[in-house]
Every structure is written in structure tokens, then in C-alpha cells.
């Protein structure tokens, strides 16, 4: 068994008790300007009506419709991480890219991401759902940097009462909606780019206003970090992308193929459910 470095000890111990944990230059920058460039250029050309429906994200494009996120995706340095952590056998879900555009992008919704929260394994310290966020520039709170609530993933916070992510209700959210603003809880999360930003998914999160000249776009991708422990019913929920995306090769989808959740049994997955219930205490 690999013996963990202090350095790895502490992120592990961070993730646990508050949610997240930052590891700088994990990702190679001519990657990121590569994906940057990629990126920016697929936000523009979204329709003017998806724009307007995600102002608070900004975007919200699937990596499954750009195998050019690949070399992300299975980035070796990211695994490596993961497995010093004491994640040695990661399993990707999905990814999404987010670009908020210069100057006029709101804040981002506070929310959580949990999605199976009638499970026991969304009240334990086990973590079942990762996001990895790589930023393609540097982050502060004038461009939109992340800001979370820490320890929110295992306690209930005054937030929880908001309406879930993705609703129509905090999709419309005026500025004065109480999702929107300052709390006295969040702390700051200002990264360089290529870093990297490793967060339960039920951790409350959220993202300050772009206010810059610049596009901010962050790529945030979902693994299931203990997916070989977890039940048959678990693994059949994450095991949702099955067939190769039109837009990716076989070669590619090969590739990515060891590393994807793949279930091939015949248990029935749970329902999806945003919202917390009383066993968050």
C-alpha cells in the first residue's frame, strides 16, 4: 500500500472535514490555453437564447459533445492526485464546460449537486461524487472565482433551503434572490489556471461575478471516486453514459473507456434527488 505524503494527509484530511481542497499546477498550460482557446471560441457560438437561459452559469456545454476534453479527462497528473488521496481507482460520470462572459455575467447560484439523496451513502464521510474544476485563467473575486461553504456537504447550512440547482426558480433568479448573495459563511477560492479544485458534490458552492474584460471558463468534470465500493443500485445510476457520443471517435471512446462508470449488471438505480432531508443534521 502507497504511504501518503503529509502534503497529501492534509488535502485528504481538508477533503473530509470541509468539502474540498486546492492542488496548484496539476494541469500543463499548453493544455489549458489549448482547451481555452477551444472553449471560448464553442461559449461565443452558443444561441443567444441559451445564453440568456444560463446568464447565472454562463454555459453549460457537455464535454461529451467535444472529444477535444479528452486529454483532460484522463489527465494522469489529476489521477495521481486523486490517488494520493486515497482514490486510487476513479471512475468519470460526466463534465461540463462553464463560461461566464466579460463584464456582464451575474454571480453564480449558491446550490449543492448531490443527486441521491435518498441514499445512506450521501450521510456518511464516504465520498461518492468529486467535482474536478480546472479554471483556464486565473480566478479572483472580480472575474468570478469559486466560493464555498465548508463542512456544507455533512451539515445542514441555512442555504439547504433554497430551491435545487437547475430549477426554473433559481435559473430566474433575479439579483435580489437570497441565492445570489454574500454569506457570512463562504470563503474564497481564487486559483491560477491549471489548477486544481477538488470538491464533494454536496458541498453548497457558488461563483462570484465575472466584472472583468476577460471570458472565465471553468471545466468542471464528475468522478465517482470510490465507484468500485459502492452498491449495485449506485453503480447502475452512474453507469448513465453507455454509448459512444456521435461526435467522438471509437479510438477515443476507447481510451476513455477504462476509466468511465460501467456497470452491466441488472439492479435498478435510484431515483434522483436534490434535496437533503433530515438525516443532514
Not at 502534503?7 to 489549458?32: F, S, T
Not at 489549448?34 to 453549460?60: M, T, V
Not at 479528452?70 to 476513479?90: K, Q, S, W
Not at 437547475?166 to 441565492?179: L, V, W
Request: glycine share 4%; aromatic share 8%; net charge negative.
Amino acid at each position: 500500500m502507497k504511504t501518503q505524503s503529509p502534503l497529501a494527509e492534509q488535502l485528504g484530511r481538508q477533503l473530509i472535514k470541509d468539502g474540498y481542497c486546492h492542488v496548484p499546477e496539476v494541469a500543463p498550460p499548453d493544455l489549458i490555453e489549448h482547451i481555452r482557446k477551444k472553449s471560448d471560441a464553442w461559449a461565443d457560438n452558443l444561441p443567444k437564447e441559451e445564453k440568456e437561459r444560463r446568464r447565472h452559469q454562463g454555459s453549460l456545454i457537455s464535454v461529451y459533445d467535444h472529444e477535444e476534453m479528452l486529454p483532460l479527462i484522463t489527465l494522469p497528473a489529476a489521477l495521481d492526485v486523486l490517488a494520493d488521496l486515497g482514490y486510487p481507482d476513479p471512475r468519470f460520470y460526466s463534465g461540463y464546460i462553464i463560461s461566464k462572459p466579460p463584464e456582464v455575467a451575474p454571480p453564480l447560484f449558491w446550490h449543492q449537486d448531490g443527486i441521491l439523496w435518498t441514499e445512506p451513502i450521501s450521510y456518511t464521510d464516504t465520498p461518492h461524487q468529486f467535482f474536478l474544476m480546472y479554471y483556464l485563467v486565473d480566478t479572483h473575486r472580480e472575474n468570478g472565482c469559486l466560493r464555498v461553504i465548508p463542512g456544507s456537504h455533512r451539515n445542514r447550512h441555512r442555504l439547504h433551503a433554497l430551491p435545487p440547482a437547475h430549477t426554473d426558480d433559481i435559473q430566474s433568479a433575479d439579483e435580489h434572490h437570497p441565492a445570489l448573495q454574500e454569506d457570512p459563511d463562504e470563503v474564497d477560492v481564487p486559483v491560477r489556471a491549471g489548477d486544481l479544485v477538488i470538491g464533494d458534490a454536496r458541498l453548497l458552492h457558488s461563483a462570484h461575478p465575472n466584472r472583468s474584460t476577460r471570458r472565465r471558463t471553468v471545466i468542471t468534470l464528475w468522478f465517482c471516486p470510490t465507484f468500485p465500493d459502492m452498491s449495485e443500485s449506485t453503480q447502475a445510476f452512474y453507469s448513465k453514459y453507455r454509448e459512444k457520443p456521435p461526435s467522438w471517435s471509437d479510438e477515443a471512446w476507447r481510451t476513455l473507456a477504462p476509466l468511465r462508470c460501467a456497470y452491466e449488471g441488472t439492479a435498478s438505480p435510484p431515483e434522483s434527488h436534490r434535496i437533503p432531508d433530515e438525516r443532514l443534521s
